[in-house]
């Protein structure tokens, strides 16, 4: 499927200088590594909304709001409908095998239990809401080969090396500045590496330094949030209030690519017994595939 895309009436703003997009990436447009399965432009199909399909650069930050406000884009709709994580789980649609923990006996356990309590429990997903959006400044050297980056990440080795790669550059040509990051949370470990992508791929393209700094609602719309978590528990206690075991199902909704994922599932099964102890426990999780950003 290839994204109809017209800049016309963009194109016609005052200080309108150009409009970037997978055609212009002179390396490779699909990531590698962390991100191996995310691409910087949306080269076919959108997979959520807020996916990064083009870049408008214009003179000015007025210019480019308004620019990228008259930029159509006809889409075909894709189905099925997969946004919650019920939807995701009524859908077979997860990224790996389910991952599990056990220690002790937890079915012995619970057929001798006195006591059993059990429930579902959903958690929404959290934006990391740091203090300052997702920025960044590119400045390309005047033979094409050096870059420096100035952003706010705590990622800067990762930073550096995939714009690199997409660049079609060597790493020892990139460097990555980092002064303050403004706030992160975890929301800058990898979200803040394709929005520099984006204003790396214009710089080269035009030659020139390219500033980008996202609005408040375009940062919320764009990245990742904190994963929204469904879990089921089961807990066996005896009349003394002791817990003799915990048998906990998790399933968090990853989005539409995989980034840390894994990751979060592991620390979320990992930290479960808490400052408990538990003799008998079982943890099973997995993480979704759906149409939101990751």
Same mark, same amino acid.
């Not at 859908?91 to 309590?117: P, T």
């Not at 990245?223 to 998790?250: C, V, W």
């Given at each position: 499927?290839?994204?109809?895309?017209?800049?016309?009436?963009? &194109?016609? =703003? #005052?200080?309108?200088?150009?409009?970037?997009?997978? /055609?212009? %990436?002179?390396? $490779?447009?699909?990531?590698?590594? @962390?991100?191996?399965?995310?691409?910087?432009?949306? &080269?076919? =199909? #959108?997979?959520?909304?807020?996916?990064?399909?083009? /870049?408008? %650069?214009?003179? $000015?930050?007025?210019?480019?709001? @308004?620019?990228?406000?008259?930029?159509?884009?006809?889409?075909?709709?894709?189905?099925?409908?997969?946004?919650?994580?019920?939807?995701?789980?009524?859908?077979?649609?997860?990224?790996?095998?389910?991952?599990?923990?056990?220690?002790?006996?937890?079915?012995?356990?619970?057929?001798?239990?006195?006591?059993?309590?059990?429930?579902?429990?959903?958690?929404?997903?959290?934006?990391?809401?740091?203090?300052?959006?997702?920025?960044?400044?590119?400045?390309?050297?005047?033979?094409?080969?050096?870059?420096?980056?100035?952003?706010?990440?705590?990622?800067?080795?990762?930073?550096?090396?995939?714009?690199?790669?997409?660049?079609?550059?060597?790493?020892?040509?990139?460097?990555?500045?980092?002064?303050?990051?403004?706030?992160?949370?975890?929301?800058?470990?990898?979200?803040?590496?394709?929005?520099?992508?984006?204003?790396?791929?214009?710089?080269?393209?035009?030659?020139?330094?390219?500033?980008?700094?996202?609005?408040?609602?375009?940062?919320?719309?764009?990245?990742?949030?904190?994963?929204?978590?469904?879990?089921?528990?089961?807990?066996?206690?005896?009349?003394?209030?002791?817990?003799?075991?915990?048998?906990?199902?998790?399933?968090?909704?990853?989005?539409?690519?995989?980034?840390?994922?894994?990751?979060?599932?592991?620390?979320?099964?990992?930290?479960?017994?808490?400052?408990?102890?538990?003799?008998?426990?079982?943890?099973?999780?997995?993480?979704?595939?759906?149409?939101?950003?990751?």
């Amino acid at each position: 499927m290839n994204l109809i895309i017209d800049i016309e009436e963009a &194109s016609k =703003v #005052a200080g309108f200088v150009s409009f970037v997009n997978y /055609l212009d %990436v002179p390396g $490779s447009n699909k990531l590698t590594g @962390l991100l191996t399965d995310e691409e910087v432009f949306v &080269s076919s =199909v #959108a997979l959520c909304i807020g996916a990064i399909i083009g /870049l408008v %650069v214009c003179e $000015s930050e007025h210019g480019a709001k @308004l620019a990228s406000s008259l930029v159509k884009i006809d889409y075909d709709l894709l189905l099925p409908r997969i946004f919650s994580i019920d939807d995701a789980i009524n859908h077979q649609s997860y990224f790996d095998d389910e991952l599990c923990l056990r220690k002790g006996d937890v079915q012995r356990v619970f057929l001798d239990a006195e006591h059993i309590l059990e429930d579902t429990l959903y958690i929404g997903g959290q934006e990391h809401f740091y203090m300052e959006t997702h920025s960044c400044m590119v400045i390309p050297s005047n033979d094409d080969k050096e870059i420096d980056l100035y952003v706010g990440t705590q990622n800067p080795s990762l930073t550096q090396e995939l714009t690199a790669w997409v660049l079609g550059r060597d790493v020892s040509h990139v460097t990555c500045h980092v002064k303050r990051i403004g706030g992160a949370f975890g929301g800058k470990e990898t979200r803040s590496i394709p929005p520099c992508l984006a204003a790396a791929v214009a710089a080269v393209k035009l030659a020139r330094p390219v500033r980008l700094n996202l609005e408040r609602c375009v940062d919320m719309s764009i990245t990742g949030h904190r994963h929204p978590f469904k879990i089921k528990y089961k807990i066996a206690f005896n009349s003394e209030g002791q817990f003799l075991g915990l048998d906990i199902q998790m399933w968090s909704n990853a989005g539409c690519t995989l980034d840390l994922s894994k990751t979060v599932m592991e620390a979320a099964m990992l930290h479960m017994g808490n400052t408990y102890q538990f003799s008998n426990i079982k943890i099973r999780g997995t993480f979704h595939w759906s149409k939101i950003c990751p």
